[in-house]
């Protein structure tokens, strides 16, 4: 079964910053996607970037990109220019297709992100 | 909003009683997928189903039980129920292939649930 792990349960940023959260994840597939969702006070669910993993560049959504290293098995979210709106939950996840349509989201435990003023 | 509809967003019974949790899909997404945020479990995969049929399982409790009906809106039910099974309880939708290459999964508000 895939795991995905994030090692830091919570880190802190000053506002313009730039700061980078950690995501490892285990799998025996080739292909696949993996993805980091933004869960603010609001607990709604937000799609931030999604990585296909035979693409070999990188993941960019305006201020948020990844670094995506598939033979470390390492999918790290860096944010630049910190904005207070970042403070959140965020969650890597990887996508399991186990074929006939059945597929579904494997989370890690997230990381609290705190922008300070 | 989302596209993906929760009902209801808050829910407190006791221990030992039964709830439905509803779920209406983005327009256009067969597949549903319900999952249970706890303090302790983290985000944890239940159940996913296809046009009405079940298609994969993950750390569901006997207990539980989930149903998709002809119009894709979804139920999850929860039997006996016990303290633990306090939780932020979400529904996800998607399509396939071509539509999910598009919009991925798409996130319900969550329904919370406090066993009390």
């Known amino acids: 079964a895939q795991t995905v792990t994030q090692s830091q349960p919570e880190m802190s940023v000053q506002e313009a910053e730039t700061v980078t959260l950690s995501c490892t994840y285990d799998?025996?597939?080739?292909?696949?996607?993996l993805f980091w969702y933004k869960q603010p006070p609001s607990r709604q669910m937000i799609l931030v970037i999604r990585?296909?993993?035979?693409?070999?560049q990188n993941a960019t959504e305006n201020r948020f990109s990844v670094n995506f290293q598939k033979a470390a098995k390492s999918f790290s979210l860096k944010i630049s220019d910190s904005q207070l709106g970042d403070a959140a939950m965020y969650f890597c996840a990887y996508r399991t297709d186990s074929g006939g349509g059945a597929d579904g989201l494997t989370f890690g435990k997230g990381t609290h992100l705190i922008i300070q003023p | 909003d989302s596209g993906v509809t929760q009902t209801p967003k808050h829910l407190i019974t006791a221990t030992g009683q039964r709830v439905t949790l509803r779920c209406s899909p983005r327009s256009g997404d067969l597949s549903v997928y319900w999952y249970q945020q706890s303090l302790d479990q983290g985000l944890q995969f239940l159940i996913q189903?296809?046009?009405?049929?079940?298609?994969a399982k993950g750390n569901i409790l006997e207990r539980f039980s989930a149903q998709q009906f002809p119009d894709l809106h979804s139920e999850l039910n929860l039997s006996s129920l016990e303290l633990g099974d306090s939780a932020l309880y979400f529904c996800?939708?998607?399509?396939?292939?071509?539509?999910?290459?598009?919009?991925?999964?798409?996130f319900g508000s969550g329904t919370r649930l406090t066993v009390v």
């Open positions: 189903y296809y046009n009405g049929e079940e298609r």
């Open positions: 990585q296909e993993a035979y693409k070999q």
């Open positions: 799998t025996s597939e080739s292909d696949y996607y």
């Open positions: 996800a939708s998607s399509g396939r292939q071509g539509r999910w290459s598009l919009y991925g999964y798409t």
